[in-house]
């Protein structure tokens, strides 16, 4: 069979019309009858598309209306996986020719609506009504040859009877897609916030060393200029620090260090930092005694056996005293 292959094309050369060009690609162009989709030159030969997205839009303008296009069925009908034939699927979207949306069906259902058009230009010069349905397939058309193509001698045609044709029904014009339905984003529920650290006993005299605290923090770090009110909100929380025996320089060090760039609301990262980095109070002196040990035993020898056992005072094993008892 390749060498009738080969045999034919040598043929179809022969009978070429004009001269064959010296270098480039030759057509061989056989008119299609049928089983045929029109495809235009601005998706064939696009400049900006990948050839993988110009070829999932051949394959989509060449199947029937209502065939699944999803990323998973065109992965399992070629060897591109899922991957690359979503880049693609992207790329025809930004160029016009393929529209994704999200409709609402009944009972709650959320369904994906693909519409692809073949020619995005048209539609938006506007004056073209879209039409339900894949490219024209099997209407007799073909492209015109040009002087490079290689034209097959085709057989002497036969007297066929004409057989009335059908008048093709109107196809109805689609209504307006629906606006896609957006789904509000599920995300877990904050945390609650922990409460601000209070003292046990908020004293004058703490309340006036944790403000003025608070308000020489610009000295420090510009960026922490309070108000008044943002003082008063905070006292609490210095004043608890104090309370566990914090010294000024290490709460100042634990407010001040490592400021974001640009801070925007200072009083909020104080309360996060008073409260996140609250220390706990310093242990008494009995926590710190170290545990008292366990009293041992001491070893004792036996004045019988001369064997070693426990006791606090010197004497004889049990074994020795079980045979002095039996003497006795």
Known sequence: MDTQHDN???????????????????????PHTSRFTVVG?????????????????????????????SIKTLAARFPEGEVKIACALRELEAHGYLHRTRVRLARGRVATRTVFCNQPGAVLRGGVVPVVGPAVRGAGLAPTPVREHIRVPEPEPVAVPEEPRPVPEPVPVPEALPAPVRLPARTAPKPPRKPLPHPRALT??????????????????????LSEEAVEELVPGVAAWLERDATTEALRH???ADLPKPL????????HRLTALLPPPLPGIH?????????????????????AFRSHEPGHCRDCRAQYWEAA
């Open 264 to 271: 925007k609301h200072p009083a909020r990262l104080l309360r």
């Open 254 to 256: 634990a407010l001040t």
């Open 41 to 69: 030159n601005h998706l064939a030969q696009h400049a900006e598309l990948s050839l993988v997205a110009i070829g999932i839009a051949v394959y989509i303008q060449s199947l029937p209306a209502g065939a699944e296009v």
């Open 287 to 307: 926590d710190l005694a170290p545990p008292r040990r366990t009293q041992v035993t001491p070893f004792q020898t036996c004045d019988g056996c001369e064997r």
């Open 8 to 30: 034919a094309l040598a043929h179809a050369l022969a009978g070429i019309p004009a001269p064959v060009p010296p270098s480039g690609v030759i057509h061989v162009v056989i």
């Open 204 to 225: 004058p005299e703490l309340r006036q060393t944790a403000a003025a605290f608070l308000a020489d923090l610009r000295r420090h770090a510009e960026e922490l200029v």
